[in-house]
């Protein structure tokens, strides 16, 4: 069974691009979270969504930062325009409802020069 | 404001010793406290979790303790092995919130 399938899996970018990262949930899962690991402030939530529909995207950091979920299969997060404090792991999650076990993607790895 | 604090930020425990990992929160409208184990280039993964309607939970060599009127709780790990390397974060969510709270991390390195 495939689990939370997020891409790119690495990306440098230079500063003023637009980044786009992609999530694929596990099927059937009706809740996508996006977070940010970084050393210093660990994991942070950025948004999440039930449904489809975002619930609570208070963790966005700027107006720099953008979700969408079209359908309930895939979800991205869109960056412009991109900074070096951007520079993180941008992780996809998704769960059967918010409070159940949330699984995890491998991370998108984003360096922003 | 962490709503969950994390220590130590990072340890290292021979083969075969006791590693333990704490947490404090102050929501006392947490209800269900999970322990994530993430492997370098890996995401986090459930490791182990305890609600707090009892005080103890074992799976293996992995328990929680979790003391509600100090609210605080812990992860030990018995009989370490190098195997078990990996950062570890605690979490919290309440049944009225809609997410989970994370702890900033604890790197763990056992040393043959």
């Known amino acids: 069974d495939a689990g939370v399938i997020q891409s790119p899996r690495h990306e440098v970018t230079e500063m003023g691009q637009e980044v786009t990262l992609r999530c694929k949930p596990i099927?059937?899962?009706?809740?996508l979270f996006w977070y940010r690991q970084t050393m210093m402030r660990g994991l942070e939530l950025l948004i999440y969504?039930?449904?489809?529909?975002?619930?609570?995207d208070s963790g966005m950091p700027e107006d720099r930062f953008s979700a969408k979920m079209p359908n309930a299969s895939f979800s991205t997060l869109k960056i412009q325009p991109s900074e070096p404090r951007d520079s993180a792991v941008y992780f996809c999650?998704?769960?059967?409802?918010?409070?159940?076990?949330?699984?995890f993607g491998e991370g998108s790895w984003l360096t922003v020069v | 404001q962490q709503q969950v604090k994390q220590s130590p930020q990072s340890l290292i425990v021979q083969k075969g010793g006791i590693s333990i990992i704490n947490c404090a929160y102050e929501?006392?409208?947490?209800?269900?406290f999970p322990w994530y184990q993430q492997f370098p280039g890996k995401g986090p993964a459930l490791l182990i979790a305890?609600?707090?309607?009892?005080s103890e939970k074992k799976e293996g060599r992995f328990t929680i303790s979790f003391n509600k009127s100090a609210k605080q709780f812990s992860l030990h790990i018995m009989d370490s092995q190098p195997g078990d390397s990996a950062t570890y974060f605690c979490?919290?969510?309440?049944?009225?919130?809609?997410?989970?709270?994370f702890g900033t991390g604890t790197s763990l390195t056992v040393i043959p």
């Open positions: 999650a998704s769960s059967f409802w918010t409070r159940n076990t949330i699984y």
């Open positions: 099927s059937g899962h009706n809740s």
């Open positions: 969504f039930n449904n489809n529909v975002p619930i609570d």
């Open positions: 929501n006392t409208a947490f209800d269900y």
């Open positions: 305890i609600r707090p309607d009892v």
């Open positions: 979490a919290a969510s309440a049944n009225t919130g809609n997410q989970f709270y």
